[in-house]
């Protein structure tokens, strides 16, 4: 017994007290910054985009496609493309994830989440999650996991991942749907009771990631049913899935 509380007293306190303020470290790449004045339209950042993120005249980039990979911040010569280290990235709207020049991050984080009374209202207090990985490649899927683990602890805010679908609130989507994981996602779906919301999280959900092209993807889902949630990342950070799904129904 005293060696755990020695323990305990020398690991301290573990989980992050302030989730909405927590700070990010410096080389993570979240909200794009852009500056058209700069870009010389070489087309250099097209080619090494491994989805297509980016656009010219005027220049913009797709977090709903983007990796975070990098490449084109460092291929860019005149440095018209940067990235902040702000993690709050999701947005209600498919269309605000596109980001043009002078995006602030005080301006996005203000409107990029709808709040809604109705959401509010029957899940603020308390919000089950059924997670499905469609062809994911494990990577969201770590990241999810770690919201529940002693550091984040998702849970102190009524959110939780469940095993069932008959015991959620709505399903969680990883993965760019596979035609095989295509049946047990709508399944999946179905079995939710009423009301429920669907989550995308991560690149590969939103647009299908690096794998968008694929003759291999059936994403007939996201036209047949509402997406209420679309988190990007490659993987998704933590921070900003929880701070995410907080934006949605605390607010």
Known sequence: MFDTLKSRIYQGQQFIKDIPNAPMREQFRGLPSLCNGKCSNCGKCLNVCPTGALKLNPLSIDMGKCTFCGACKNICESHAIDFTNFYKLASTDR?????TEGMTKEEYEKTAVEVRKEITSVFSRSLKLRQVSAAGCNGCEMELNACSNANFDMGRFGI???????????????????????????????AVPNPKIVILCGACAISGGVFQNSSKLNREFLEKYPIDLYIPGCPVHPLTFINAVLSYIKK
């Not at 269309?95 to 980001?99: D, M, P």
């Not at 939780?160 to 295509?182: K, L, Q």
Request: aromatic share 8%.
């Open 95 to 99: 269309n605000k994830l596109i980001i």
């Open 160 to 190: 939780d991942f469940v095993a069932s679908p008959r015991h959620a609130d709505g399903i969680v989507i990883t993965g760019p749907i596979s035609e095989n994981m295509a049946y047990a996602l709508e399944n999946c779906y179905h």
